[in-house]
Each structure stands twice: as C-alpha cells, then as structure tokens.
C-alpha cells in the first residue's frame, strides 16, 4: 500500500509541476493577479507531494519491504537501521528521487522566501524550476520507478554495495544534491531575467544568496566525499580524478566563477551577459554530471544504472535545456548591455582573469572526462586519461588564479595603480617568499614545486592579512571593536573563504611534497620504520561484525621508543554479497596521519601491508570547510535581510505605516 | 594609445593567452592518454613497446603465483583466446579474483611480461570493467555471466 501511495504522490506531483508552469508563465505574461497567487500554492504542494514519495521510498527501506524490487536489491534486513535508511538513495532510482526533492526542496524556499521580489519575476523563476522538475518526474515515472513491485516477494534482500555502507553514504550524497540542484535557482533567476529582458544589480543581489548557499553545499559535499574515498578505499588518496568526481567538480568551478562575477554585477553593473552564461553553465554542468553518473556511461563505484534508455532521456533532457536556454542567450542577451567600462588593471580584470581561468580550467576536465566516452561511443577504441593529465593542466591553470585572488581584492574597482599595489602588498610578498623558502628547508627536502607551493599558500595568507589590516585601518570607526563591527559579513565571508583556499594550498603541497609510504609483506612480529614511527604488526584476528565478519589486524605504532597509539585496520567480508571491503586505520592528527590498511593475506600469516605518513593532509578537508564557512558567512549579509524592509518602505503605505 | 589601440592590444592579449593555455592543455592531454588492448592484440605484438598502455581480461583460473618474501604477483589475463603474463608488486584490490575481470596499466617488456604499474578496481561487483568486457567480445567469447561476481537478479 504505501509504495503504491508514493507512486501515485510522484504523479500527482507531476500534474502540480505542470499547473506550477502553465500558471506561472501565463501569469508572468498577462499579470493576471489571481494566477500570479497561485503560483506559490502549486510550488509549495509539489513539494509537499514529492517529499511525500521520498518519505514513502525510505520507510519501504527502513521496514525492509522486499516486495519492492528496489528494496531487494539494494538492502537487506540485517543492515543497520541508518544505512537502510540512506540506502534509499543507494540505487539509481533512489537517488534521482532524491535529486527530485533536492529540486522540490529549492523551488519550495525560493517560493517560500521571496515574498519581496515582483511577482511576475517570481512567477517566471518558479515556472522555470517547474519545467526542470517536470523533467526529473517524467524521467522518475517513466524510466526509473522506484516503487516497482516485486511478485512473489523476496524473502531477503541482496544488500547495500559495501562500500556504500558508510556513515558517509548518509550525508556525502545528500549535500553533494542540495549543491548540484542548488544552481537550478541561480539558473532559474538567469532565465526569467532573460525573458523580462532586465538583467540589472537588483537581478544579481536576488541571486547572490541562492548562488552562494548552492556553492557552500557543493563545496562541503566534494570535501565529504573526498574524505570518504580517502578512509574507505584503502588507497589513502584523495581526489582520482575519476569521471564521478569531475562530474562535480566542473560544477564547483564555474559555480566560484559565478559567484565572483555576480558580486562585479551587483556591485558595478558590469559582465551581465557573462555572469547570465555562467549561471547556465553551472546548471547545464549539474545536469552533465547527472547524465554521467546517472546514465550508465561510466562504469565505477557510483555508477549503477545500466539501461540505455535513461541514458537518452537524460540526454535528450540534457540538449533542450542547454539548447534552450543558449538560444534564450543569444537572442535576449545583445540587448542586456555591458555595463561600465573598467581599465587594464582594476580589480574588474583581474576577476575577469580569474574567472577565465577557471572556465578554462573547467573545459579541461570537461575534455578529459568526455573525450574517452566519445571515442567509445564512436567505436574508435578505449583510452583512459589518467591523473597526470589533470595535475599537468591544473596547477599551470591555477597558480595565476590563485595569485590574482590575493591581489584582486586589495585593487580599487575600474582602475588601480601598479605602484600603489606593489606598496600594498609588498611587506605580503616578502614574508611569504620567506616561508616559503623556511619551510622546506625545516622539513629537510626542497623542491621547486614545494617552494612554489607553500609560497602560494603563505602569498594568499599574507595578502589577505594585509588587506584586513588596511581595511580596518581605513575605517573611520574610533575603537578597534568598532572598526571590526563596522565590516560587512560579506567581506569576512571572502576573507574567511581566500583564507580556506591556502590552507587546501598548504594541505595539498605539503601532503604531496612530504607524504611516505611503503606497500610491505609483514608476517606477525614483524617490525617497518617509517618517518620516524616504528610499525609492530602483533597479528590477526577474527571478529564478528553487524553483516559482516572482520578480521582484524593489530599494529602497535612507536616514536622513539615511546608508544603512540594501536591501529586496528579490518578486512571486511559481507557475506550476502561475498564483497570484501578494506578499512583502513587512521590516526589523525593536525600535523600528520598515520594510515594503516590490510591489502591480501600472502600465505604463512603474513599480510600485504600498506603504511602511510601523510603529513597536513587533514588541512586539505579543514580548507573546504573554511571556504564553505565563508560561503555562509557572506550568505548572512545584512544587505540580503535587510532587502524586505527596504523594498517595503520604498512603497508609500509601507512608509507610512512606519512614520 | 587610444581606447581604439587599447581595447585591439587588449584582445590580442588575451587571445594569444587563451591560446597559450589552449596549447598547454591539448599538449598535456596528447601525453597522458593510455590505450587499451587486448590480450589478443598484444600476443599479436600491435601494442606499443615504450609507452604505457591498459590491457584487460579475466585473470586466468590457478594462474595467481606470490613470491614468498615479497609483495609480488604473477598472473595471466586471458581474452580466452590468447593469454599474457603480468607481474605486479605491490597490494592488489579488493576486487582481484582468479576467473574474474581485470583491467592493469603498466608497459610490455622484452620478456614479453606485461609489467603492470596499477592493478584498477574501479569497478564494483556486479559490472565487469568495460575494457576486460571489450576484450572478451573482441575475441568472440562475449560476456560469460560466471565473470560477473555476485551478479544480480535484473539483467
């Protein structure tokens, strides 16, 4: 009964979607009031109808109803409750549900929260979150029915993909969606400022926040699920540049440029047509990623659909929205106007250097993710491009990026003067050329791409320094408080944001400058040193787990004599699905991890053993969570509160009401 | 210079930048792209010898040899039509079965060894590799159900 009541909720969720188009774009259009209120109801009600499906397919999962074919195959009873519950989004149809509500989510707090913007704008953003949304049902109803029936039922499940059995397959896909998603609104703005024809501040300061929520998500969850593939896969790496993980970076990257150019329209009126080309950039990336992980094409840990046809849906999909919403561009945007000039070295350039950069940057992954499907697809044969390729283009791209990021904000709007930067930053330059050079050298090996690394990271830090103090110092406040008070939270929010791209700079450069490993064969008693601490492998054990049985090595860890820590690194062996899986120890500190993973056992009682040293590497995580704290920070601007009541009392019975 | 020369210098500038950055990435990308090929295919010596290249196959049954003090392996992967030997050192992945599917990087030798660099899982259970797949179609014996470990109900 209750799948049944969740199929039936997406169906009429669908109709909802269709009424929330119908009425919004013939509302926009003719400004007939009544219609233009029942946009918001209709939104609100597709929510409510495709959070009920989702709640609907969960508790299918949690009571472990294996007359749902989905549930079979993607759960068993003896899993913990958690991770039936997050095997709801285990499957392919699962977790286009949750792509679905992720959407329904959005449309629900854009319809929710601005209550303050002209209704007919409002109207055309629902209407056009409502096509994607009738676009995702269609594909869930048609292709992808994630409440199909199972007759006879089965008496028990096939279980979760181990792998997917992780505290990290409950919050990891979660954020990695609300980001995803997240940049259907900056779209949806883009798109109904298109067809208004008015793309001005007002267009850029409604979207800023929805841009940069969507951007704070995303960014948190690549973080978490880097994270996860460097504790579960017992590699100890953490970024592949595997397909899955470039199919939400390209979002990731044209979503920082765009919230960059967004702050230049807002604040000077300038790259309109660009910042509407980036905002479709994002969410046609989000849609790509969709396909690429969604639709079969790749074949890794997160690939699970086989069927051909969600493939040409999503790709079909894929084409009208892109192709849609470019000839929207084309055609609307020549009338938009550019907006005031700015000269060669303004802090307008140096964002629009930036923002170049990362769209190159962007193309680059774009070329090595999609190159080897196309020639596949074209029969010519398989290639496989390979992390040097992306290490090769990256930092080249990057290092300018990254340079300009710490200048551009200390460089005044439509024209700055060299001289005038070269006094500003000076004292930035020469103290991070300092410790780039002291670093190294303390830690006993130098190369050029360590000192150009933490040379990065210390430039970022220092220029950032720098232009704090001479902010504060600037400000005519008396007391320092006052001074700190009287800063915008947006302002912080990029501090706290540059700040967390050099610590990610300084965890990255120092893990891979500095990191150690050794892949061993260990039988019980014996010892290996490595960067000072000394491994004592005591032996195995078996051990019993919830699903699945363990065994269980022990590896005490000394430095100097002095005992640190015991590791315990497990095998892990399911037997429903007769998967074994490694988990890896870790000890982590601030400074550095030790990492210990069981590889085979190799006959006798000894055990391939892989250990690490990975000195900073945690910074690589705390850096993304900085950055994603700055997002937040910005996000809490008073200019987007305050937005309401200034609206208000630009309308004469609002003003005075307050009089 | 005037706005007319400023704004053409301007363009040029970032023009040839663009290209430089063009230039750097399809150069990048020219160098670092590995070719796959069949067991059948490398027996009949149509794999590069100095490059690194992918094969893939299903690691023949009883063919996984270890050394007895270190981490290295023998194996050979087969097309079921031709077979190639391969020798890695180093911990092999979860996924690693005999009779299973396999994918390594890594370059031919004047053994005839395939010296293997990586030894990829980047598959779960249920898929084959679509390259060890490909090679088992190109040699006539398209997928056997057998290789897919733990192969669900749906097919």
Known sequence: MIPELGHFALIVALALALAQVAIAFTGARTGNSALLATVRPAAIGQFVFVAGAFAALAYCFVTSDFSVLNVTQHSNSKLPVNYRFAATWGSHEGSILLWALMLATWTFLVAAVSRSLPERFVARVLGVMGLVSVGFLLFILITSNPFERLLPAAAEGEDLNPLLQDPGMVIHPPMLYMGYVGFSVAFAFSIAALLEGRLDAAWARWSRPWTLAAWCFLTVGICLGSAWAYYTLGWGGWWFWDPVENASFMPWLVGTALIHSLAVTEKRGTFRSWTVLLAIMAFSLSLVGTFLVRSGVLTSVHAFATDPRRGIFILLFLVLVVGGSLTLFAWRAPRVGLGSGFGAVSRESMLLANNVLLAVAMSAVLLGTLYPLFLDALGMGKISVGSPYFDAVFVPLMAPAIFLMAVGPVASWKRAALPELWVRLRWALGVSVVAALAVPFMRGKVTPMIVFGIWLGFWVITATCAQVIQRLHGSPQPTLGGKIAAQSRSWYGMVLAHLGIAIFILGVTLVKGYETERDLRMSPGDRVTLAGFDFAFKGTKQLPGPNYSVVQGEFEVSRGGKPERVLYPEKRTYPVSGQTMTWAAIDTGVTRDIYVSLGEPVGDGAWGVRVYHKPFVDWIWAGCFVMALGGLFALSDRRYRLRKQVTEAATPAAASASA | ?155
């Not at chain 2, 400023?6 to 990308?29: E, P, S, T």
């Not at chain 2, 010898?49 to 009883?62: D, M, N, Q, T, W």
């Not at chain 2, 899982?121 to 179609?137: R, T």
């Open chain 2, 1 to 155: 210079m005037r706005p007319r020369t400023k704004r053409a210098v301007a363009i040029v500038a970032g023009v040839a930048a663009l290209g430089v950055a063009v230039a750097l990435v399809l150069n990048a990308f020219n160098s670092n792209l590995v070719f796959f090929f069949t067991p059948t295919e490398v027996a009949d010596h149509k794999a590069p010898s100095g490059r690194p290249f992918r094969i893939g196959g299903l690691v023949e049954a009883g063919s996984v040899v270890r050394d007895k003090d270190a981490l290295t392996v023998r194996f050979r992967v087969t097309d079921t039509a031709r077979t190639i030997p391969v020798v890695y050192t180093g911990i092999l992945p979860d996924l690693f079965r005999e009779g299973k599917g396999v994918v390594a990087q890594g370059r031919i030798e004047s053994d005839g060894t395939f010296h293997a660099s990586e030894v990829l899982a980047k598959h779960d259970e249920n898929y084959m590799p679509p390259e060890a797949a490909e090679a088992l179609k190109r040699a006539g014996h398209p997928i056997d159900k057998s290789a897919f470990a733990g192969q669900k109900g749906k097919s």
